[in-house]
């Protein structure tokens, strides 16, 4: 294995506070490192919200990152290395920390404004997905390609995928697809959509806010919305076929749909998503399934709950080393070609999966116990 190489720039201000009396900024500042999230920034945001919130003078909290990412994740170098040097169970405790975060944002008493431009996975998804108001440019890039790692859709995934139209939050879980500011905002992943160029008007004109009001607030970035522009062959358009493949009861059963409509039609996503779920973690696939399936039906703090013990389970290695080889093979060696274990989708069996929803069997170990909050979450609607 190549020498790992971590700088973990602690002398830097990864985020920043700014703003007035009113109007708090929460700037993410890893722009190197596309503002992933580390322990660090994850603390410091946590009690600078905390603060806000009981403050009556704050009305508003923006979030915001530095540089051509919103935020693209957690830093799971980072979180691989204290693992290897010390104990699974620290990486349990900074994730943790971050699903309480994305708790607070989902349950916050102040409308929590998200300018989402640039790119916004994982970690940076769970942190923006379920706040009051989401903007985003046509230069958002949204994606959760935790499969390809040998992790899983986490962070509240389970949650905001489920409650997109049909099966879309299916097909984006296991494919790890990216899609643009317009898609999000026509399948109800985000709540605005304005041009790049403006948003630097956007964030002046919530600069002059003053009131809580999330209607009052809507109506100050509506003035600089922008009608997007949803491509004919972007991923609305596919609905229909994602909802026949993307609905059946297995991975292999969606697989195999897949490339019959590949058959009967030559359509490069239809390729591609075949090819992803190909060359992604057996076992992932199958948790993020399961995980997708149940959140549903399940309200947020439960959906934060169980994607806490499938977490816990695979960095204690409980069924497979599946993680740790992803993360060799696509962030360390980057060799691209890790050598999952089980290895194919038909050895992966249905007890295997259900481990990782089952309670960590260790003397110590607690489940994920949340904050209590005044405030419910709003589910997602789609816009069109």
Known sequence: MAMIRHSFDKDVNQVLFEGNSCVKKVILNRPQKLNCLSHQMISEITKKLKAYEVDPGVKVVVLKGNGKAFCAGGDVVASYICMVAGHWSYAASSYKKQVVLDYIVATYGKPVVALIHGIVMGGGAGLSMNGALKIVTENTVFAMPETSI???????ASYFLSRLPGFLGEYLGLTGTKIRGPDMVACGLATHFVL??????VESALDEVTSSDTCKISKVIRIYEHRPDVKPDGVYSRLEIINRCFSRKTVEEILSSLEREAEDREEKWILEAIKSMKSACPISLKISLKSIREGREQTLDQCLAREYNIFCHIKRRTVSNDFFEGIRAMLLDKDRNP??????LELVSDEMVDRYFSRVDEDDWESLQLPARSNSVDMMRPKL
């Open 150 to 156: 040998g992790h899983f859709v986490d962070v509240g």
């Open 339 to 344: 050598k999952w274990e089980p290895a194919r």
């Open 196 to 201: 790049s160029k403006d948003l630097h008007l």
